[in-house]
């Protein structure tokens, strides 16, 4: 069964730094690409970045350009977000999910992880 | 960027009813590159649907989807109690991948 395992979140004040981390386990994690989905609680979805199975070729949404640095393991079957310089808008539940395909995220995302929320607070 | 608008915003219905909603995308989707995710409270969102009319592993024939261009549609027969949910479209065709603002299917 593949599971997808996100944790990491937390309270953080604005212009802080976070890394949140999905284990991935079931499937032959370095086969995939891997993305992170973001949702603020109520609304709707975002996909932030996403990563090739090598651990290149990064996608980043405009809105966190510049400050998330999504990178893998491939050894340890995780996924990191590198998240700083953070915003208020940035607060949301953390998805990692699983795209199609090993180069790229042009894919449906299936499954998701249980997600981790970030709240950016003074 | 492609804005995918879905309507209605509310559906409330009762168990065995059909529930059709609307997907509609601001230009047209590349590819049939659109899915449909479910979502409960409190749960990570669920591949119901992708490349327009393939259900995903494990949904059940009551689901269908249809569409292409820049309409699209997903179809559950007979409602079930544990259909009722949020419902997100995405397009994964082209960048930046984006999603619609979901649909709430309720139980009247």
């Known amino acids: 069964e593949v599971q997808l395992l996100a944790s990491g979140g937390g309270l953080i004040q604005p212009g802080g730094s976070l890394r949140l981390s999905c284990a991935a386990s079931g499937f032959s994690f370095s086969s995939y690409a891997m993305s992170w989905v973001r949702q603020i609680p109520g609304k709707g979805l975002e996909l932030v970045s996403a990563v090739t199975g090598r651990g290149d070729g990064p996608y980043y949404a405009d809105s966190v350009k510049g400050r998330f640095t999504v990178s893998r393991d491939n050894s340890q079957n995780t996924l990191y977000l590198q998240m700083k310089s953070l915003r208020a808008d940035d607060a949301a539940v953390y998805y990692c999910?699983?795209?199609?395909?090993?180069?790229?995220?042009?894919?449906?995302?299936?499954?998701w992880g249980q997600g981790t929320l970030v709240t950016v607070s003074s | 960027e492609i804005v995918l608008t879905q309507s209605p915003g509310t559906l409330s219905l009762s168990p065995g009813e059909r529930a059709t909603l609307s997907c509609r995308a601001s230009?047209?989707?590349?590819?049939?590159?659109l899915a449909w995710y479910q979502q409960k409270p409190g749960q990570a969102p669920r591949l119901v649907m992708y490349g327009v009319s393939s259900r995903a592993t494990g949904i059940p024939d009551r689901f269908s989807g249809s569409g292409s261009g820049t309409d699209f549609t997903l179809t559950i027969s007979r409602l079930e109690p544990e259909d009722f949910a949020v419902y997100y479209c995405?397009?994964?065709?082209?960048?930046?991948?984006?999603f619609g603002q979901g649909t709430k299917v309720e139980i009247k």
């Open positions: 230009q047209s989707v590349s590819g049939n590159s």
């Open positions: 995405q397009q994964y065709g082209s960048s930046p991948r984006t």
């Open positions: 999910a699983k795209c199609g395909s090993s180069d790229s995220c042009y894919s449906p995302l299936d499954p």
